[in-house]
């Protein structure tokens, strides 16, 4: 069985909106969350398998990025 999971973020100042997909492009959770690291990091940490994620270059961008990047 296939593991991977697509994560896509819509990134605000307050919250953040996320969808996972499989890889058959089913979707699998909608959240919105808190914008902070804990709590994203609680959320990516609780997800098993490959994980990859999307988000769009904007404010957050950066930070998001250099959040995510050790755990996906």
């Known amino acids: 069985m296939d593991s991977t999971k697509y994560?896509?973020?819509?990134v605000h100042k307050e919250t953040?909106?996320?969808?996972?997909?499989?890889?058959g492009g089913k979707l699998l959770m909608e959240?919105?969350?808190e914008t902070?690291?804990?709590t994203i990091l609680q959320f990516i940490q609780g997800?098993?398998?490959?994980l990859?994620?999307?988000?769009e270059e904007?404010?957050?961008a950066?930070?998001?990025?250099?959040?995510l990047k050790p755990h996906v």
């Open 7 to 10: 994560i896509g973020m819509d």
């Open 58 to 60: 904007g404010t957050w």
């Open 47 to 50: 997800l098993q398998g490959n």
């Open 31 to 33: 959240s919105v969350l």
């Open 62 to 67: 950066a930070w998001l990025y250099d959040l």
């Open 16 to 23: 953040v909106s996320i969808a996972v997909m499989n890889s």
């Open 52 to 55: 990859y994620v999307t988000f």
């Open 36 to 38: 902070k690291a804990a």
